[in-house]
Structure formats: structure tokens, C-alpha cells
């Protein structure tokens, strides 16, 4: 077995989960429905932070002009996974295709996976779950890190190297511009995961190495190895 000195840090909504159709129609409805919105901009990359927290934090302070309290966020949050299981009863959630057998594996290959996800951790566990993708232990850092990206992918990093020496490599993988964003922030090589125009808008947000799943084991770790950091990454 490889030394394991290399991280690999992965989103999950999109990345290693097939779920963004369904998953934002729930998030949408849970925050209309918890904060009593009559109008909610669903372009969430209008948002500062595109995370669970960061995009409810602001939806709800354009609407009331405050922050919501505690209790509103817990209301929201129990709708949102209310809705992520009655929407899974329905229509099963699904991991990006190779997603576990590689989350598997890494271990063999010198690569130690973490999991920085901008969902609401409760929402996440959820999902990962009902997904059937082995994370039980994989460091896990979510929306209740932010809000930002960064401060996420930050938490995921200090919960892996705990106990380690310091990782020779570490990587972002994610599936959307802000996913790049975060990655240029840290100065850390990114790869995408994503498919036509998802994958061609990555390119030109700087991603060098994308991938359209996991299921090809060399090329996806041909393309963690020679990734780099995102070269223009646009506001």
C-alpha cells in the first residue's frame, strides 16, 4: 500500500451525488415554506455564499432586512429533509457513477478522502445515506462550517490531518464555478466533475483536469495527480 500522505477533498451535491434537480426544487421549497418567502431569487449564484446556511442567511435578510433567528433555521432545516426523503421515496438518490468504489479504494492509492459539502449537515448525512456511499469515516465538514466555501474545505482539511503528519498534496474536487472559487482562494489544484456545458464552464473558470464520473479508476487519479490550481477563475 501507497504511503497515505495525499488529500483529496470532495463536494458532495453533484460531485459524488446525482441529486442538483431535486435537491434544489426541496431547498427552495423548505425556504419558502420555513421562512414564509413570497419571493426567493433561485439563481443562487446571485448569492455571496452558495451554501445551505450562506444562501439562507441571505434570502431571509432581503426579505426582512435581519438575520433569522435560530429556530427559523432549525424550521427550515427539518422541511429540507422532509422533502429530501419524500422526494428519495419517489425517486431514489443516486451517487455519481463510480463514487463509491473509488471513495473505497483511495486508501490503496496513497489518497486519504474528506468531504466538504455546502449542505446543512443534518440534510448531508441524509443524503450520503440514502445514497449507500461508504463515508462513515471520512472527515466530514458541511454548512454549519461556513458559510463560505473556503471556511468548509479549511474544516474538512484540519479534521483530516488530525493524528497525520502534514499531506505532501491536497485537492478540491467539485462540480461547480464556486466549487473552482474555493479552490483558487486556498491555492489548491481542483478537478471537476462534470459533463458538457457543466464541465466546459469549469474549463473556463480554470479547471484543467475534469472528469465526467469515477468510473475510469486511472484516468480520475491521473487526473488528481497532475491537476492544478485553477489559472482564472471570474467573479
Not at 433555521?73 to 429530501?84: I, K, N, P, Q, T
Not at 446543512?120 to 445514497?131: N, P, S, V
Not at 479508476?217 to 491521473?222: A, I
Request: hydrophobic content about 50%.
Amino acid at each position: 500500500m501507497s504511503g497515505q500522505t495525499r488529500l483529496v477533498i470532495f463536494d458532495v451535491d453533484g460531485t459524488l451525488l446525482d441529486n442538483m434537480e431535486s435537491e434544489e426544487l426541496c431547498y427552495a421549497t423548505a425556504l419558502r415554506d420555513g421562512f414564509g418567502l413570497t419571493a426567493l431569487d433561485t439563481d443562487w449564484q446571485t448569492y455571496e455564499h452558495v451554501t445551505d446556511g450562506g444562501v439562507a442567511l441571505e434570502a431571509h435578510r432581503r426579505a426582512f432586512g435581519v438575520a433569522p433567528s435560530a429556530e427559523r433555521v432549525a424550521h427550515v432545516v427539518d422541511r429540507f429533509v422532509s422533502l429530501l426523503a419524500d422526494a428519495h421515496s419517489r425517486a431514489p438518490l443516486e451517487q455519481i457513477a463510480g463514487a463509491a468504489g473509488l471513495l473505497t479504494v483511495l486508501p490503496e492509492h496513497g489518497w486519504i478522502p474528506a468531504l466538504a459539502t455546502g449542505a446543512w449537515r443534518r440534510a448531508a448525512q441524509f443524503k450520503l445515506a440514502a445514497a449507500g456511499l461508504p463515508v462513515e469515516n471520512i472527515p466530514l465538514a458541511t454548512s454549519e462550517d461556513g458559510p463560505a466555501r473556503v471556511a468548509i474545505a479549511q474544516a474538512a482539511w484540519g479534521r483530516a490531518v488530525k493524528g497525520r503528519a502534514a499531506f505532501e498534496r491536497v485537492i478540491l474536487v467539485g462540480d461547480r464555478p464556486w466549487d473552482a472559487a474555493a479552490a483558487q482562494a486556498l491555492r489548491l489544484p481542483f478537478v471537476g466533475r462534470a459533463s458538457s456545458e457543466r464541465a466546459e464552464a469549469l474549463r473556463s473558470r480554470g479547471a484543467t483536469s475534469v472528469v465526467p464520473d469515477f468510473m475510469d479508476l486511472g484516468t480520475v487519479l491521473t487526473a488528481f495527480e497532475t491537476a492544478v490550481v485553477p489559472f482564472s477563475v471570474h467573479s
